[in-house]
């Protein structure tokens, strides 16, 4: 476990599964991932197995409130190539609808980060939003991040294409 000021970063739990499920699957969050799909029970259960608890270039954690311990949201970092030292970045909180706010979601981040630049000896960690993402996008930029990137209209939702922002942060950068 790593605790921050707000939060705290656990394993992710077999009894987690169902309210992450339920989070994921709110339209209001679902566009915002990659996943375009409702989430059945035995698609969540299968993430859970395959890759939260197999897949060694996967690190995900469950967000809780370190006060009550409940569980607030999931982040990793995905995706990680051991040889360029590299990970993509995960976040979102689920409870209260909040998707990133002002306390929760920067504490997570930054024990995340923390985890991947001085446990991991991570090189990189990289993120990709799409563009009408504007919580991310001026979260990302606080945490340190840089826009490296756009690659155009990859994104069909809500009846318009939107292109993908590619957002990284460098080991030097982190250290600073």
Not at 15 to 32: C, G
Not at 50 to 74: H, P, Q, W
Request: include cysteine; charged fraction near 30%; proline fraction near 2%.
């Amino acid at each position: 476990m790593m605790s921050g000021t707000h939060t705290a970063l656990r394993e992710i739990l077999e009894e987690d599964l169902e309210a992450l499920r339920v989070w994921r699957n709110n339209p209001d969050q679902r566009r915002y991932f990659r996943e375009y799909r409702d989430i059945t029970p035995s698609m969540q259960k299968g993430w859970y197995e395959n890759t939260v608890c197999r897949d060694d270039r996967v690190r995900m954690f469950a967000i809780a409130e370190k006060a009550s311990g409940r569980l607030l949201g999931a982040c990793g970092l995905c995706y990680i190539d051991w040889l360029r030292r590299s990970a993509d970045f995960s976040i979102y909180l689920g409870a209260d609808d909040l998707y990133i706010d002002d306390t929760f979601a920067p504490d997570a981040a930054r024990l995340l980060l923390r985890y991947g630049f001085e446990e991991l000896n991570l090189h990189r960690v990289w993120a990709e939003i799409y563009d009408f993402d504007s919580a991310k996008r001026d979260f990302l930029p606080a945490l340190g991040f840089k826009l490296e990137g756009r690659h155009r209209e990859t994104h069909w939702s809500e009846g318009r294409w939107s292109d993908s922002l590619f957002y990284g942060l460098l080991d030097r950068e982190y250290f600073g």
